[in-house]
């Protein structure tokens, strides 16, 4: 065990204990800091503050290892199903085989969503970007069950909330699809799992019978492995915060959607599959251009980079492996996929991207899959938060049976000291 940390300020030292995680991660406990010493840290995105100690899952941006209650990323996404790996971040352990039929089972009794919410999602225009859409109908559904707006009460409340909103998700986004094609929505079939159920509603037509190709349905059903949580990122710690006001479930995921929406963050899927986009039409597949212009500020190479990976990102490489794979399984030759490998290829091999460390993170292949599988681009965030859905949901429950403080961080203000007031007409 590490001695507490000791800090001398204006000739006093002072100590704070010392935590240590169950990987060796060391912090030091500054929850005195202000009190004993006037002084508050300074740490802008918060680069190096731990908000919170959870049991979910473990990062080491060092190594590459993405871990789900102590299970690897590599396992999970080889061998287990969605909704095993949504029932192990939810309730810390995997399911045995009664428990996960009567999970999928429970999730089937609510995947319809309320008439009433329907009338809200028709008002939408149909070119209302997905995300947008999602994020009200999530924050809507509050008011469908009001039971569930104090649930912290009643563990089996908190819990019949929990299930409404993962069941219903697929149905949720599957709707949002179907409006921006202009087509009647699919209703959910319980006979089906969670993932084929999701395919069927969002690929299917009220006039045929259609069934998802066992490609399709293992692939998405990896990529939702893969986004299903991802520790203190900016929109789980925006749903982390919004939960610790004690805010219920609809509204705190809501605004981790609003979260995920940025282009900093889940939003660049969309924004990478525009890139290599622009980059076949516009630059003539000139990624070297496209590389310079990174390097001189002037875009952002989308799909690269990330706060915590300074390595690689272990989901990336899992997702170009798919992507290989489910391409030439569906028979499709995407012209996207040779750019975005030219790309990769010229970005690693040059210094400015080395030396800062900037490697292809989860978004850089995930959307030549989604395209490759039919979904329209502006869905591809939307399928983001399908899969983080077990992630965001795991951490607003930890949170509340933990009864963590309100998150409430403090500032350095460097406005104008008191003035005095001016009225309007001697201001000049
Ligand atoms: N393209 C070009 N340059 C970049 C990129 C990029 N994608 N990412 C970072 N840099 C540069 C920065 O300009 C900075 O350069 P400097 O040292 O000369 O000032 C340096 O690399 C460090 O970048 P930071 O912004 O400090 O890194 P930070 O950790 O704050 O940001 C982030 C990480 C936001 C992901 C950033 O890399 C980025 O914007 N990437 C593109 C968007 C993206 O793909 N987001 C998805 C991330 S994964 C996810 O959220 C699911």
């Not at 006979?191 to 293992?218: A, C, I």
């Not at 492995?225 to 219920?248: F, K, M, P, Y």
């Not at 499709?332 to 993170?361: Q, S, T």
């Amino acid at each position: 065990m590490a001695d507490n940390a000791k800090l001398t300020l204006d000739g006093k030292t002072y100590e704070f204990p010392v935590i240590t995680g169950t990987e060796d991660e060391k912090a030091f406990d500054i929850g005195k800091l202000r009190a004993q010493t006037g002084y508050v840290t300074f740490d802008e995105g918060y680069k190096n503050t731990g908000a919170t100690q959870s049991n979910i899952t473990f990062l080491d941006g060092e190594k590459g290892i993405l871990r789900y209650r102590g299970y690897s990323i590599e396992d999970l996404s080889s061998k287990a199903s969605f909704l095993e790996v949504a029932y192990l971040l939810l309730y810390g352990e995997l399911p045995t085989k009664t428990q996960l039929s009567n999970f999928e089972e429970t999730l089937n009794q609510h995947t319809l969503v309320h008439e009433n919410l329907m009338k809200v999602f028709e008002v939408f225009p149909s070119g209302s970007h997905p995300m947008g859409q999602l994020m009200t109908l999530i924050s809507a559904l509050s008011s469908f069950y009001p039971d569930s707006l104090s649930p912290s009460k009643n563990p089996e409340l908190v819990n019949l909330t929990i299930i409404r909103l993962l069941a219903k998700m697929p149905t949720l986004c599957s709707m949002i699809m179907k409006k921006g094609k202009g087509h009647p929505i699919v209703y959910p079939q319980n006979k089906y799992d969670y993932v084929t159920n999701f395919l069927r509603m969002s690929f299917g037509n009220v006039t045929d019978d259609y069934m998802p190709d066992k490609v399709v349905v293992d692939a998405m059903n990896t990529l939702l492995i893969l986004h299903a949580d991802h520790e203190q990122n900016c929109s789980t710690s925006t749903v982390r915060i919004v939960g610790s006001s004690h805010a219920n479930l609809y509204a705190s995921i809501g605004a981790g959607v609003a979260a995920l929406w940025g282009p900093r963050h889940g939003g660049a899927n969309q924004e990478v599959l525009e890139m290599l986009e622009h980059i076949r039409d516009i630059d003539k597949g000139d990624v070297k251009k496209v590389v310079a212009e990174a390097k001189d500020k002037k875009r952002l190479l989308f799909g690269f980079g990330h706060r915590v990976y300074k390595n690689f990102d272990p989901r990336a490489k899992i997702i170009k492996v798919a992507c290989d794979n489910v391409l030439a399984k569906l028979g499709v030759n995407d012209p996207l996929l040779a750019i975005a490998k030219e790309l990769e290829e010229a970005a690693l091999n040059d210094p400015y991207f080395v030396e800062r460390k900037l490697y292809p993170n989860v978004d850089f292949y995930s959307g030549l899959i989604y395209k490759a599988l039919g979904f329209p681009t502006p869905m591809f965030t939307v399928l983001f938060a399908l899969g983080r859905m077990p992630g965001w949901i795991s951490q607003w429950k930890e949170l509340r049976e933990k009864n963590e403080d309100i998150g409430r961080p403090r500032q350095i203000y460097n406005g104008p000291a008191l003035r005095p007031f001016v009225a309007v007409n001697d201001r000049k």
